[in-house]
């Protein structure tokens, strides 16, 4: 029985590695998303931190702020709902699809 438990730990520790692997290099890719069609584009990693954004001067209207503003919270939401499937998507395969609570 301590054997078998030995041998979970040891499992569990593995996976734990593999894991923080898999972090380190979520964080380093990219996902992009835009809004309007192209006027606004995000850039976000794995960690779900906004990298950078392209607006386009087309959708830079002084009268219409609203409407940029709008684009931008479409665009990052975006780009977060992308990061966050790519995250589960990995993750995923690292844990043969098991639905982990806490992990991600």
Avoid: W, Y
Avoid at 7 to 17: T, W
């Amino acid at each position: 029985m301590a054997k078998g438990m030995g041998n979970m730990m040891k499992q569990a520790q593995q996976m734990q590695r593999k894991m923080e692997e898999m972090q380190k290099e979520l964080e380093g890719r990219e996902v992009e998303a835009s809004a309007g069609g192209g006027m606004v584009t995000v850039r976000m990693n794995g960690k779900q931190q906004l990298l950078g954004i392209t607006i386009e001067p087309d959708a830079v209207d002084p009268q219409d702020v609203d409407m940029l503003q709008d684009l931008i919270m479409v665009a990052v939401n975006e780009g977060v709902r992308k990061s966050q499937e790519m995250v589960q998507g990995e993750m995923g395969k690292l844990t043969g699809g098991m639905n982990i609570p806490g992990l991600f």
